[in-house]
């Protein structure tokens, strides 16, 4: 059916691959009577393969693929709850989960306040309920370490599939995820983009750029995963070559950048004990150049890329023209950002879009994500540390965490890359599990002891740690075994 426009670009009629949607609502079923460990392999496959431009309207609402799926995990999570089968979540709503419900819902809010439109109501809501879904389904799955590496197993299986059809595409120009299956406007992303002498691929996803990142931050985990796991090497190895080629197939400055801050971050392996001097040593460089430079130390991003055609200026100026109209937007966001400058309008920085878009508090909550997020990588670090491997995997993970830190200033995550980002953070918060309840213990036992037999996290040995890990299998073969 045709593709008419609607509301915030969407369309009206339904735009759907048949056997697309037969996939889907198979995929469906199988979330709903898999046992929950292996509930993330459809979700992951599909969710993650099929383009967000698959459309089925109902009533006016847009269900694009990847809500159908999380509407079958919502419905499958309901029944854990009323059944009392599984637990929700491993270790109960923390932080982090506390963070990402504030920035969604604050978005929400703060867009129907700027808008006054029913139709933003029913975006906002749409976008509320495939973050809602994706994420919490995804924290439902991935509760410890066995859940964590079979959810790698399988994306790297989507990698793989990924980087074959994205070499194709950076050599032909074809684009054969939207050639073959259509959807709205496949007649013009099923031809690659050509920036420079070279064509941009972009698989499966919405955007070269966002595909790329996506390659980027995954590389790290692979390596991590690869030291981990003697069992799985092969796997991993395919994962750590599929993930780096990807950003290569893009010819984005903004995904080169990402991969090569998921290298950097893990040759900072050294240097793991002294990451707060390492920070604040930033910290000193950057007000040090603000001070002396003439133009403003942001503007440093202009000076760089790494790929024909980089529009590195416009990340540079996205930055300027945020922070010059603080007052415009810090309230609730604001709609005229597009009129302060030269294609001001393309919010291809996460940090500047949920600023302009939605004001001070959705992009404080976003800071607070990431800064939970780093702080468990580092306390599992430090709870894993005399147990090289396993230290290395975290490591590994934080790695992938600082990718995508620095690929935000390139792109904003809007299609189904949400889905391994997403991942990601519940990896973070199943890796840290065990280390963030020893602290919370210690904390407690702190407080209710004498002051002269008060612990501290610091006093724990790595044994008694071994010995608390709630996610370690009770046999003798463990995924955490030592290699």
Request: glycine share 10%; net charge positive.
């Amino acid at each position: 059916m045709g593709a008419i426009p609607a509301y915030g670009g969407g369309v009206t009629d339904s735009i759907v691959n048949p056997y697309v949607l037969a996939v889907t609502l198979f995929s469906g079923l199988l979330i709903l009577v898999l046992p929950r460990k292996k509930v993330m392999i459809p979700f992951l496959i599909f969710g993650i393969l099929i383009p967000i431009n698959q459309v089925v309207v109902l009533g006016g609402l847009h269900f694009f693929m990847l809500r159908m799926l999380a509407l079958f995990g919502l419905a499958r999570m309901s029944w854990a709850k009323l059944s009392g089968k599984d637990k929700i979540f491993s270790g109960g709503m923390n932080e982090m989960d506390k963070a990402f419900v504030l920035l969604t819902t604050f978005i929400a809010i703060d867009g129907i306040l700027l808008w006054h439109a029913w139709g933003e109501v029913v975006y906002q809501l749409g976008v509320l309920y495939t973050a809602y879904g994706v994420y919490f389904l995804l924290r439902f799955l991935i509760r410890d370490q066995e859940d964590i590496e079979r959810a790698l197993g399988v994306l790297a299986c989507v990698i793989v599939v990924v980087a074959g059809f994205m070499v194709y595409e950076s050599f032909t120009s074809r684009n054969l995820f939207y050639a073959v299956l259509g959807g709205a406007n496949a007649s013009t992303l099923a031809t690659a983009s050509e920036r420079g002498d070279s064509f941009r691929a972009m698989g499966c996803f919405g955007s070269p750029i966002i595909a790329g990142t996506f390659g980027g931050f995954m590389a790290p985990l692979y390596f991590g995963w690869w030291r981990l796991n003697r069992k799985h090497r092969l796997l991993a190895a395919l994962g750590l070559v599929g993930a780096t080629v990807i950003p290569f197939a893009v010819g984005s400055s903004t995904a080169l950048f990402s991969l090569i801050a998921s290298a950097l971050a893990l040759l900072m392996w050294p240097l793991r004990r002294n990451m707060r001097t390492v920070r604040w040593s930033i910290v000193g460089v950057l007000v040090g150049l603000q001070m002396v430079m003439k133009a403003s130390v942001w503007q440093l991003i202009a000076r760089v890329h790494l790929a024909d055609g980089s529009s590195s200026w416009h990340r540079s100026e996205l930055i300027n023209q945020c922070i010059l109209h603080f007052s415009s937007w810090a309230l609730i966001g604001t709609k005229n950002f597009a009129n302060w400058g030269w294609e001001m309008g393309d919010l291809a920085n996460q940090y500047v879009a949920t600023a302009d878009t939605s004001g001070l508090i959705p992009l404080i909550a976003f800071f607070a994500l990431l800064v939970f997020a780093c702080k468990y990588i580092g306390r599992a670090r430090q709870y894993f540390e005399g147990d090289k491997q396993r230290e290395i995997f975290v490591w590994a993970v934080g790695s992938s965490l600082f990718a995508n830190l620095v690929g935000f200033l390139g792109i904003g995550y809007w299609d189904q890359v949400i889905v391994p980002w997403y991942c990601l953070l519940a990896i973070i918060s199943a890796v840290s599990l065990a280390a963030r309840t020893r602290m919370a213990e210690s904390v407690a036992g702190a407080v209710s002891a004498p002051n002269f037999v008060r612990r501290s996290p610091e006093n724990v040995s790595v044994a008694s740690k071994q010995q608390f890990d709630p996610d370690r299998p009770l046999s003798p073969v463990s995924h955490w075994r030592r290699i």
